[in-house]
């Protein structure tokens, strides 16, 4: 059974910093390709940002230069470094495992910035 689970959302301050941490069990997790992406209220979701199974990482122009994605494959974990966190930043975070035909989603975790 395949479980996809995201954490370490929360609420912070703007100009502080999270970690969001996806578990992805039940899966090859090195040969997935992994993304975080985000919905905000009233908003379409969107891509943030992207790992491939090789390590090449793709970002929201948005978040360039604040978030980096990386990848535990030892751990079957993806990590999403969020600093400089700004109040635009609050959405819900999913977690996305994509290979092929396959597409996995986590249940999202929520980040909210505010002061």
């Known amino acids: 059974q395949v479980q996809v689970v995201e954490s370490g959302g929360g609420l912070v301050q703007p100009g502080g910093s999270l970690r969001l941490s996806c578990a992805a069990n039940?899966?090859?997790?090195?040969?997935?390709?992994m993304t975080w992406y985000r919905q905000a209220p009233g908003k379409q979701r969107e891509l943030v940002a992207a790992i491939t199974s090789g390590g090449n990482t793709n970002y929201a122009d948005s978040v360039k230069g604040r978030f980096t994605i990386s990848r535990d494959n030892a751990k079957n974990t993806v990590y999403l470094q969020m600093n400089s966190l700004k109040p635009d930043d609050t959405a819900v975070y999913y977690c996305?495992?994509?290979?092929?035909?396959?597409?996995?989603w986590g249940q999202g975790t929520q980040v909210t910035v505010s002061s």
């Open positions: 039940g899966i090859i997790f090195r040969l997935f390709a």
């Open positions: 996305n495992a994509h290979f092929g035909g396959l597409d996995y």
